[in-house]
């Protein structure tokens, strides 16, 4: 019996092998691998969409199979064009060069939330940079994980990928993962999990792009049109019963369009709850203990909620709204709760529904995701300056609209950055091109200022900064 | 240069600052304050005085006067110092340098 570290130096080993056959491949090869690979995981994203609702009990299906196509097709689109392999740019002016050079064993941690989309998501990018992948699937879904990787594996072996070149842990357990967290030739984690995942993976000493919680606002500005407004809030957060990190957590508004807005959300299928139906669902949604959402409502539909709090709800109930009268610890639907649950702020003012939103974002949230629906141009700019998010989203789903490629340009992704806020290296969304090394190839040309200066100068104390920078300007 | 009001019914004393509160501006300020606190401390020594600084029309701030907020709250007690009417630039520099909590900002 092999005890974990051995565990996770055999297939470590074997990736790092696989990662060196890789490396010889050229850009032509490399694509014809993530071709197949894709087309192998969009084939089957009805199937694993089916098996991971099945088997975690988590949101709906029909979603799932929405986010396999992300997964696979949007992701491929965003990426099949980038040049990841060899040389991928050169500057005829400066005789700069730039060699894309894979970095070498990826470990790829999977969320319960996504367990097959965001599975064939790192496979395609990890692929596309020459690397080779080791998943590590989520607890409660090893099985359509698991499928998923047989899937990807098969089909790029079958378009001559190298042995191995995609791994799969026997096992998910805290023990072997940090095994291979903390491996030397562990080249860099893709983390996507709870904050205690992806602080792990941080502290691991080997590089990291790990995404933690989001906390999302979504300021409704007098400007925007309501009704338009309220349809894209629901259409993002019953997606997959609201498991996406990026999905809307608290509306925010003036006071001046309070009453209209609460309307419209009724008017679409969204049910107001009372201050005592609130404190019922608080009891249910939130634990206490560990100071975040129980894992018993994560992607549940409003009527098992409902039922689990004991509060009746008319039927076809889309999401539940909570009025909030304060932000923190002690108002637990003012943090992330990955359901159809949003809660509810009206601002007296303008200012006041902002700073409400800064405060939203900075609890839990900070680089992640940001919305707004206006058609003022200055407030939102305003508003954006005034988040830290790497994604700030405006008059658009922010479930649908944070992983990109259907309602922006943004690079279609399932790992997004939060930026220095959420212990991230970048706020972009996460791609092929964040799992290379880039090399840079510098031809001699002389910077003429430079040969031209008299060097002598900088260790003349009597002259001025002035006149050593006018000198070492001066244009003859 | 501020505008002082002092409500000797719940204790509380005003500072209305306006405009940039440079680290100039911070200087002069600081004495002033100093003297409007430090009278209110004298003449009622067994009451607790509240200070809040109003920053309605305050658009910003300088490190010299983010330490004059803390040496005063220092001063008087955290449950007895508040920042008001901030607008939300003003908050946000407030939160990123992780002070809008132990100021009581709004």
Redesign the interface.
């Known amino acids: 019996m092999k005890n974990y570290k051995e565990i996770a130096d055999e297939i470590i080993r074997n990736a790092v092998i696989s990662g060196a056959v890789f490396s010889q491949f050229d850009q032509e090869q490399t694509d014809a691998i993530v071709k197949k690979v894709f087309e192998a995981g969009f084939n089957s994203r009805i199937k694993l969409a089916k098996m991971a609702a099945e088997e975690t009990g988590l949101g709906v299906w029909q979603h799932k199979v929405i986010k396999n196509v992300v997964g696979t097709y949007l992701v491929y689109e965003s990426i099949k064009n980038e040049k990841t392999a060899g040389v991928i740019a050169v500057d005829h002016n400066t005789g700069m060069v730039e060699i894309a050079q894979p970095i070498g064993p990826v470990f790829g941690i999977i969320p319960v939330t996504n367990p097959t989309s965001t599975v064939m998501f790192k496979i395609l990018i990890t692929l596309k940079s020459r690397n080779p992948i080791i998943i590590s699937p989520p607890r409660k879904a090893p099985n359509c994980c698991g499928e998923a990787v047989r899937i990807c594996y098969e089909a790029a072996i079958a378009a001559g990928a190298p042995e191995d070149c995609i791994q799969i842990l026997p096992e998910t357990n805290r023990d072997l993962t940090h095994e291979f967290m903390v491996h030397p030739k562990t080249a860099l984690i893709l983390a996507t999990g709870g904050t205690g995942l992806v602080h792990a993976a941080y502290s691991s000493g080997n590089p990291a792009l790990g995404v933690g919680p989001g906390n999302v606002p979504v300021f409704i500005d007098k400007s925007a049109d309501i009704p338009f407004a309220v349809e894209s809030i629901i259409s993002s957060k019953t997606f997959d019963n609201g498991t996406i990190c990026a999905s809307e957590q608290a509306i925010v508004c003036e006071k001046a369009i309070a009453a209209p807005l609460v309307s419209e959300l009724e008017k679409q299928g969204c049910y107001y709850l009372s201050d005592e139906q609130i404190e019922k669902l608080e009891k249910v949604v939130f634990n206490k203990e560990k100071g975040t959402m129980s894992g018993d409502i994560v992607g549940k539909s409003v009527d098992f909620i409902a039922s689990l709090a004991g509060i009746s709800v008319p039927a076809g109930t889309k999401i539940l709204i909570a009025p909030q009268k304060n932000i923190g610890k002690d108002f637990p639907l003012s943090q992330e709760i990955l359901a159809p649950i949003l809660a509810f702020y009206k601002a007296s003012n303008y200012?006041s529904a902002?700073?409400l939103c800064?405060?939203l974002n900075?609890l839990g949230g900070i680089g992640h995701t940001a919305c707004i629906y206006a058609n003022d141009e200055k407030r939102i700019l305003?508003y954006s300056?005034?988040m830290n998010a790497g994604r700030v989203l405006v008059n658009t789903p922010s479930a649908q609209g944070a992983v990109g490629g259907i309602y922006n340009n943004l690079h279609t992704s399932l790992t997004l950055g939060c930026g220095s806020g959420g212990k991230n290296i970048t706020t972009e969304n996460v791609s092929a091109h964040h799992l290379i090394n880039i090399q840079r190839v510098c031809r001699r040309t002389k910077n003429e200022k430079w040969f031209a200066f008299d060097e002598m100068k900088f260790f003349d104390d009597s002259l001025s900064t002035d006149q050593i920078i006018s000198d070492y300007n001066k244009n003859y | 240069m501020a505008e002082y009001i002092y409500n000797q019914n719940d204790h509380t004393l005003s500072c209305k600052f306006a405009g940039n509160l440079n680290t100039d501006r911070s200087l002069t300020l600081q004495p002033e304050i100093e003297e409007q606190i430090t009278v209110r401390f004298i003449a009622q020594s067994d009451i607790r005085l509240k200070v809040i600084f109003d920053f309605a029309s305050v658009d910003f701030v300088t490190s010299a006067f983010i330490r004059l907020c803390v040496l005063y709250v220092k001063k008087v007690g955290r449950e007895h110092f508040s920042i008001i009417n901030s607008n939300p630039f003003i908050k946000k520099t407030f939160k990123i340098a992780g002070l809008d909590d132990e100021l009581n900002l709004s």
């Open positions: 200012h902002i700073k800064i405060d900075y305003d300056k005034l």
